[in-house]
C-alpha cells in the first residue's frame, strides 16, 4: 500500500526540522490540489478522533492550534470537533465545516474507510484535506504520521527483548487496536513481523474502539482460556489498553510479566516507573502537529508542499500522497528523561508525583 521505504523514518526528523516556517516560505507556487491563495487570514478546520486517550486534548490540539498562530502572524482561527470515537458524528462535523466554508481541513479519522465521503464533499467545495495521524481515505492532499509498521516492530522486539529466554517456554496475548483503524493494522504488521516464529502466540485481539474496557475483557477472556501459569508477557498496542490489561493481570495474581504500550501516555509512564509496564512508544506529537499545521496552512494558501513533505504515501483510494513520516523511540525507565521530559511533554514533578515518588527515587529520576 505505501510506497514509502524503511529509510524514511531514519529522514523525516530532518525533513519536519526543515520545514519548520516552510508555509510561509514555500514560494508562490499554487499546489494544483491547493485553494485560491489567500493571506494569513484563513480558517482552520481540525477533527479529532476521540479524546478517551489524553494525546489528542493534551497535546495534538495545542499544539496545532498554536503552530497555525505563529505561521499567520496570529491572524489564523483553528475551529475544533471531536468525534468521540464516533464515525457518522465526525462525517457531520466535516459536513459543518464545510457548510462553514473552512480553508482547510485536518482530519483524524475515527474510521479510514468511512470518512472517504466526507472527503471528497470537502474537496469538491474545493477544500484540500491533511490527513492527521490516521491515513483517511478519500482524495486527500498530505498526510503526516508516525512509520506505524516501525512502531509496531519497536514494541515486538521490546517485548522479546524482555522475555528474554521465556519466549521459548510461554504464550504472549496480542491485544491490537481497533479493526477499524489503519493504524493498528500496520501496527500488528509490524509486530507479528518480529514476534511470529520467535514466541507462541496463545490469544489475539482487535479491541473494539481502543477502550481500556475492552481491552480489560479480553484479557480476562485469554487469563481464563490460557490458564494464568501460562502467559509470560502481552503485547499492548497502546498505553490506555495496557491499563486495562494490567488491572486485569493484577486481579488474576498475575505480576511480573512484560507489558508493552504506546503513546507515553502520564499513567503509562508512571506504570513503566513503578514496573508494572515495561515500555512505551513515544511519539513526538510535537514535531507531528507542526507539520499538520505547516502543510494546512500551505495548503489554505494555495502554496506548494514541495519544501515540507518530501516523500509519498498511497492509500487504498490515493496514490503518491504528498506525505511526513516522523520517527519514533522505545520508551522505558532507562531513558524517561532524554525523551518525554528533555521534549517538555512532562515535568519530572508531574510523573513523580504522590505515590510514584519512591519508585522514582529507586530508578533516580530526581
Known amino acids: 500500500m505505501r510506497r514509502v521505504a524503511v529509510a524514511i523514518a531514519a529522514g523525516a526528523m530532518a525533513v519536519s526540522l526543515a520545514a519548520c516556517g516552510s508555509a510561509k516560505e514555500s514560494g508562490d507556487k499554487a499546489d494544483s490540489t491547493g485553494s485560491a491563495k489567500k493571506g494569513d487570514d484563513i480558517k482552520v478546520g481540525l477533527l479529532l478522533p476521540e479524546n478517551a486517550t489524553a494525546r489528542y486534548e493534551k497535546f495534538d490540539r495545542p499544539l496545532i492550534e498554536k503552530k497555525v498562530k505563529e505561521l499567520t502572524s496570529g491572524k489564523g482561527e483553528v475551529v475544533y470537533a471531536n468525534a468521540n470515537q464516533d464515525a457518522a458524528k465526525q462525517n457531520q462535523q466535516v459536513d459543518t465545516m464545510v457548510s462553514n466554508k473552512v480553508d482547510v481541513l485536518i482530519v483524524d479519522a475515527v474510521d479510514s474507510k468511512a470518512i472517504a465521503g466526507s472527503v471528497k464533499k470537502a474537496k469538491d467545495a474545493g477544500i484540500p484535506v491533511v490527513a492527521y495521524d490516521r491515513l483517511a481515505e478519500g482524495p486527500i492532499d498530505a498526510y503526516t504520521s508516525f512509520d506505524n509498521v516501525t512502531v509496531g516492530k519497536t514494541q515486538g522486539e521490546a517485548l522479546l527483548k524482555a522475555l528474554g529466554d521465556k519466549a521459548k517456554d510461554g504464550q504472549i496475548v496480542m491485544m491490537n487496536g481497533s479493526a477499524t483503524d489503519p493504524n493498528a493494522a500496520q501496527f500488528k504488521q509490524g509486530a507479528h513481523s518480529v514476534l511470529d516464529g520467535k514466541v507462541k502466540i496463545g490469544r489475539e485481539y482487535d479491541t473494539k ?158
Not at 495548503?299 to 520517527?327: E, M, N, R
Open 209 to 366: 474502539e481502543w477502550k481500556p474496557e475492552n481491552a480489560n475483557s479480553n484479557m480476562e477472556g485469554a487469563i481464563s482460556a490460557l490458564g494464568k501459569d501460562k502467559i509470560v508477557g502481552v503485547y499492548s498496542a497502546n498505553d490506555g489498553m495496557a491499563g486495562g490489561i494490567i488491572t486485569a493481570l493484577k486481579a488474576a495474581g498475575i505480576a511480573d510479566i512484560p507489558v508493552t504500550g504506546q503513546d507515553a501516555e502520564l499513567a503509562g509512564v508512571q506504570r513503566i516507573v513503578t514496573g508494572e509496564q515495561y515500555m512505551s512508544v513515544y511519539k513526538p506529537y510535537p514535531q507531528e502537529a507542526d507539520v499538520a499545521a505547516e502543510m494546512a496552512v500551505a495548503l489554505a494558501q494555495g502554496k506548494s508542499l514541495d519544501s515540507i513533505a518530501k516523500d509519498k504515501v498511497d492509500s487504498p483510494t490515493t496514490k503518491a500522497v504528498p506525505s511526513v513520516l516522523v520517527p519514533v523511540v522505545s520508551l522505558t525507565k532507562d531513558n524517561i528523561k532524554d525523551t518525554v521530559i528533555k521534549d517538555g511533554i512532562y515535568t519530572v514533578n508531574e510523573i513523580c508525583a504522590g505515590k510514584y515518588k519512591a519508585a522514582c527515587d529507586k530508578i533516580g529520576l530526581k
